[in-house]
Nanobody, 123 residues
Framework: VQLQASGGGLVQTGDSLRLSCAASGGTVNRQNMGWFRQAPGKEREFVAAIRWTDDTYYADFVKGRFTISRDSVKNTVYLRMNTLVPQDTAVYYC??????????????????WGRGTLVTVSS
């Protein structure tokens, strides 16, 4: 499975972006899909996940601002990000994990990763 993340860019505080994660060679349906981010000098951290059940989960720092969704027809997962702040600046990665995996919030629970897309939020 190959994942291609896109949609990053340079925005100002308060702006919105929608990241896309297109899958090829496999399906995003009935899988656990996650978004993580990594800021310079920091570890990769969990942002959001949509499980194979379509239940969604978010890190506390993005609740109410970010929304993860899945388009089965386009085989793509999205991350809608609203009210962006400079602390959201990072490379954002999408990941796919087997529905057999019990968890969704740590990188080790995902089997495939995209290359990342850079989001920069200026103050």
């Amino acid at each position: 499975v190959q994942l291609q993340a896109s949609g990053g860019g340079l925005v100002q505080t308060g702006d919105s972006l929608r990241l896309s994660c297109a899958a090829s060679g496999g399906t995003v349906n009935r899988q656990n899909m996650g978004w993580f981010r990594q800021a310079p000098g920091k570890e990769r951290e969990f942002v959001a996940a949509i499980r194979w059940t379509d239940d969604t989960y978010y890190a506390d720092f993005v609740k109410g601002r970010f929304t993860i969704s899945r388009d089965s027809v386009k085989n793509t997962v999205y991350l809608r990000m609203n009210t962006l702040v400079p602390q959201d600046t990072a490379v954002y990665y999408c990941a796919l994990g087997s529905a057999r995996n019990a968890g969704w919030s740590t990188p080790s629970q995902y089997n495939y990763w995209g290359r990342g897309t850079l989001v920069t939020v200026s103050s």
